[in-house]
Structure formats: structure tokens, C-alpha cells
């Protein structure tokens, strides 16, 4: 299953905008992984909603341990497909660095805010002016001066665009695919959240057992095997057994998928220049990808016991926006001395947009209860 001849190497990077000295001990994919660790943006995802708001329960994911997750499905793959594993590991860890707090809720929110003024708020793009512009860290350059393959990853992992589409992406070759090793990501967090996310489901009780079995005809499948071979395990142990495995069977079709995929490319190049991409999953595993996404989006995504949560964040993101909108005066001084020459509406969409879940909450606490 070797795809080593595709496995992009450090050395035909086309480098970083700020040209540095080479470290003598890391290459420099290794030292980007490093440098976005190290980041407070990284650090923030902490307090961000992966699926269920912080204090739902200790125990369920949020955007920072989804995005280890991610980075380590990411990275086994990679190294069973003889790919780079530290491009492909670096970039699953800054996948989701630009994501707003209350995840989807809170980029539907702050897209809906730019639209009123023809803009909008994407948060790959976001991602990129996070590690471009915000990430101030270095007295030799702003942000944090990473690789070109990495930046454009964090454009490109999840979709594709034409020369001219998305202007502030004009850079990063449109028009061509990314390397092999980014293209990974996309299929990888699909893996990490369709199975995390009904981990967590399940144990708030929104995902009972039957249902999957139902909805889900491998979970199905693998249910009835733990039955055999476990029969007096209780549930709970039981759903470990078939989560465990679902990963296995995702992660075995997308490295047979992909494999089959690129059997006639004899390089990076014709990775870049192929017709569609070639990170994909077998038809089998393909369908149980498909089978789990639909019955979150229905089960899960969408449900009563998260719409509070989901309206409620929605309208505090608009109460904020609205209100430094009125009183730009409000936000940090140094924030608005970085972002000078920003259209207002932009600078605050940006400020919104690097909260956590906590400092939101707190921040519309403190101008529209300050006295409860």
C-alpha cells in the first residue's frame, strides 16, 4: 500500500514568506507542528464546542481534543501510506484553529452578521489570517511565518477552488489540488467526529442503540459481533468495542480507497494536476461515512435537547456584534491598532471570532447583565 512516491518531502516546500535560518535539529514541517502548538490560538480551542457546550460534561469532546484526534488518525494513516506524516500531522492540528466559539452555530452567526455588509466569515480563511496576522509571537515577522504547503492546507484540506473564486486564496496555486498529505485531513476528521460525535451523542442520550443499529448497517454488524464475543459486557462497554472498530473499518477504507485511487500517479505534480482528488474511501466504507453523517445531522445536529444551546449562542454572537459595532471604543486598544485599515465590521468579526465559549459568554454578561 506504499504511496512513498507521492509522500511530499520537506525539501521541495516552497518555503516561508520570511526566509529563516534552517534548524539543525527539525525539519521545517516539524518546526510549523511546533510553532502551532505553541500558538494561543491552539491553546484557546480548549474552551471551544466541538458538538456539546463546555459544562455539558467533563468527559465530551471540544475543539482542541477533537483536533488531536483528528491529528492522530491523520498520522497513522499517513505513515501506513508511506506519506509525510509531520505535514500531515501539522496540518490536522491547525485544521480547525480558526473556528469560531459554538461551533457551527457560531460561524452560521458570524456569517450571517457579514452578510449585511456584502462580507462574509469563513473559518479556513479565518484559520490563515489567525497564523498570517493575529499570532504575534516573533520580533522578525507577524504571525507565526509558516510553510507555504502548511498555509495552503489550511485553505485547501477540505475543498478545492478556481483562479479568481476566493481572492484572499489567489496565492495559494487555485486551480490545483493539494498534496496528498492535506487532502488526508478532510477524510480524517470526517472519521474522528462522525464516530466521536455519536461517542459523546450516546452518552448524553441522545443516540440509543437500536436506532444506530437501524440507521447504520455496519454499526449494526459490529454490534451483533460484540454481542457474541462479549455477551455479558454491559452497553456502555459494548459501544467502546463498536467505536473502536468503526475507526478500524473507516480508516482501513480510506487507506485502501486512497491506495486504488492513486495507482496510476507517479508524483506530486500529477497529484496536484488529477482531475478530482484521490484521498477517498472504498465504496464500502464510503457508504458507512455517509450512513453516520446523515444520522447525526438528523439525530444529533439537529435536535431539540441542542437547539437551546444553538439559539442561545446565535443570539449572543449577534448582541456583541451589534453592540461593538455601536461602541468600537470598547475593544482591546492593541486589536484595533493591529487590524488599522480594517473595515469595522471586519475588526469586530475577528475579535468575535477568536473568543472561547467562556470569554463570550462572560464578555456578554459584562456589557448586558453587568449587575446579575
Known amino acids: 500500500m506504499s504511496l512513498a512516491r507521492l509522500r511530499f518531502l520537506p525539501e521541495q516546500s516552497r518555503g516561508r514568506r520570511y526566509p529563516e ?3 539543525p535539529y527539525r525539519n521545517e514541517f516539524q518546526r510549523d507542528r511546533d510553532r502551532i502548538i505553541h500558538s494561543r490560538a491552539f491553546r484557546r480551542m480548549v474552551d471551544k464546542t466541538q458538538v456539546f457546550a463546555s459544562g455539558t460534561s467533563d468527559h465530551f469532546r471540544n475543539r482542541l ?3 488531536l484526534e483528528v491529528a492522530q488518525i491523520t498520522r497513522s494513516v499517513a505513515c501506513a501510506l508511506e506519506l509525510n506524516e509531520d505535514l500531515a500531522e501539522t496540518l490536522a492540528l491547525v485544521h480547525d484553529v480558526g473556528h469560531p466559539p459554538f461551533a457551527h452555530s457560531g460561524e452560521a452567526a458570524l456569517a450571517a452578521e457579514m452578510r449585511e455588509f456584502g462580507d462574509t466569515f469563513d473559518h479556513n480563511q479565518h484559520g ?18 509558516l510553510t ?3 498555509r495552503e492546507g489550511i485553505v485547501k484540506h477540505s475543498r478545492d477552488f478556481a483562479p479568481g473564486e476566493v481572492p484572499a486564496f489567489n496565492e495559494y496555486l487555485p486551480g490545483f489540488k493539494p498534496p496528498l498529505e492535506a487532502q488526508l485531513v478532510d477524510l480524517c476528521d470526517e472519521i474522528a467526529y462522525n464516530t466521536a460525535d455519536l461517542d459523546d451523542a450516546y452518552s448524553a442520550g441522545l443516540t440509543p442503540v437500536d436506532a444506530i443499529r437501524q440507521a447504520v448497517p455496519k454499526f449494526d454488524e459490529l454490534w451483533v459481533w460484540t454481542a457474541r464475543q462479549f455477551p455479558d459486557a454491559p452497553e456502555r462497554k459494548r459501544m467502546h468495542e463498536v467505536i ?3 475507526i478500524h473499518h473507516l480508516v482501513t477504507g480510506l487507506i485502501e480507497g486512497t491506495t486504488a485511487a492513486c495507482a496510476g500517479l507517479g508524483n506530486v505534480h500529477e497529484v496536484r494536476t488529477a482531475p ?10 464510503g457508504e458507512t461515512d455517509k450512513q453516520l453523517k446523515q444520522y447525526l445531522l438528523r439525530n444529533v445536529y439537529h435536535s431539540d435537547w441542542l437547539r437551546e444551546d444553538r439559539e442561545s449562542a446565535m443570539s449572543r454572537i449577534h ?4 453592540h461593538f459595532l455601536k461602541h468600537p471604543e470598547e475593544l482591546p486598544p492593541g486589536y484595533t491598532v493591529d487590524q488599522k485599515g480594517e473595515p469595522l465590521h471586519r475588526v469586530v468579526c475577528d475579535y468575535i471570532a477568536g473568543m472561547t465559549d467562556g470569554f463570550l459568554n462572560r464578555t456578554w454578561q459584562a456589557v448586558f447583565e453587568p449587575f446579575k
Open 21 to 23: 535560518p534552517q534548524d
Open 65 to 67: 481534543t477533537h483536533s
Open 148 to 150: 507555504f504547503e502548511v
Open 244 to 246: 473502536r472498530m468503526l
Open 319 to 322: 448582541d456583541l456584534f451589534q
Open 276 to 285: 478530482q482528488r484521490v484521498c477517498q474511501f472504498t465504496a464500502k466504507s
Open 128 to 145: 490563515l489570517r489567525i497564523v498570517e496576522q493575529f499570532e504575534s509571537r516573533y520580533a522578525r515577522f507577524p504571525g507565526l511565518n
